[in-house]
C-alpha cells in the first residue's frame, strides 16, 4: 500500500483567509489527483497533476506537485463557506488504481 | 450523460444478512472501481474492471465480498454474511483510461 498522508486532518477558518493543505508520501507517483467532496457524496475531481514542480491553478485554487513527485499541495485564496469540504489526494502510477489520502476537512466560517 | 448512478442510496441490514448493490458507471468509460470509506478517511480501494475482466482485487476483499462486470457496462458488489464492521460507504467510480475518475453518490451501508 502506498500510503499519502494530508495535513492538516482538520481546519476551520473565516471567510476570506487563506490556506494550505498538503499531501505527502514516500513514494514517487507518476500523477496526483485532488478531490473535494461534501457530505453523503462521492468525491469529485478538481485537479490532476502530472509533472514534477508544475503548478495549476483553477480560480482560487492552486495546486503544485513537487519536484520529485512525493508530495503536493493545494492552497486556497480568500476561503469562501462553499469551499466546505472533504479534500482528499490521490497518487497513481502506471497501474490502474489510485490511492487516496487521509483527507483534510475544511470548515469556513461565514 | 448523466453520470454514475449507485443504487440504493443506502442500505440498513441484519448482521448476517446478504447485500448486493449495484453501479451504472458512464457509458463511455471502460474502467471501473469499487472503493470502501469509513467515516472521516479517505477511500479504500477493494476491485476494478477493465470491460468485463477484473483485474484487480484489494487484500480488503474477503471472500465474503464478490463483484462482477457483466458485458463490460453495470457492475454490482456483493458482501455475503454482513458483519458490523462492513458498515461503510461504497463507493463506485468510472474512467476512461487512466485519466480521473468520475465517483458515484455512493451506497451507505449500515449493519446492525
Known amino acids: 500500500t502506498q500510503l499519502l498522508e494530508q495535513s492538516p486532518q482538520f481546519l476551520s477558518i473565516q471567510e476570506g483567509e487563506n490556506l494550505t493543505v498538503y499531501c505527502n508520501s514516500s513514494s514517487v507517483f507518476s500523477s496526483l489527483q485532488w478531490y473535494r467532496q461534501e457530505p453523503g457524496e462521492g468525491p469529485v475531481l478538481l485537479v490532476t497533476?502530472?509533472?514534477?514542480?508544475e503548478v495549476k491553478k483553477l480560480k482560487r485554487l492552486t495546486f503544485q506537485f513537487g519536484d520529485a513527485r512525493k508530495d503536493s499541495s493545494l492552497h486556497i485564496t480568500a476561503a469562501q463557506p462553499g469551499d466546505t469540504g472533504l479534500y482528499l489526494c490521490a497518487g497513481g502510477n502506471t497501474g490502474n488504481q489510485f490511492y487516496f489520502g487521509t483527507g483534510t476537512s475544511l470548515t469556513v466560517i461565514p | 450523460d448523466t453520470g454514475v448512478s449507485q443504487n440504493p442510496r443506502h442500505k440498513i441490514t441484519k448482521r448476517g444478512q446478504n447485500v448486493t448493490f449495484r453501479c451504472d458507471p458512464i457509458s463511455e468509460h471502460n474502467r471501473l472501481y469499487w472503493y470502501r470509506q469509513t467515516l472521516g478517511q479517505g477511500p479504500e480501494f477493494l476491485t476494478y474492471?477493465?470491460?468485463?475482466?477484473?483485474?484487480?482485487k484489494s487484500r480488503l476483499l474477503s471472500d465474503r465480498f464478490s463483484a462482477e462486470r457483466p458485458k463490460g457496462s453495470f457492475s454490482t458488489l456483493e458482501i455475503q454474511r454482513t458483519e458490523q464492521g462492513d458498515s461503510a460507504m461504497y463507493l463506485c467510480a468510472s474512467s476512461f483510461a487512466n485519466y480521473g475518475y468520475t465517483f458515484g453518490s455512493g451506497t451507505r451501508l449500515t449493519v446492525v
Open positions: 474492471f477493465q470491460n468485463e475482466a477484473q483485474l484487480e
Open positions: 497533476v502530472v509533472t514534477g514542480g
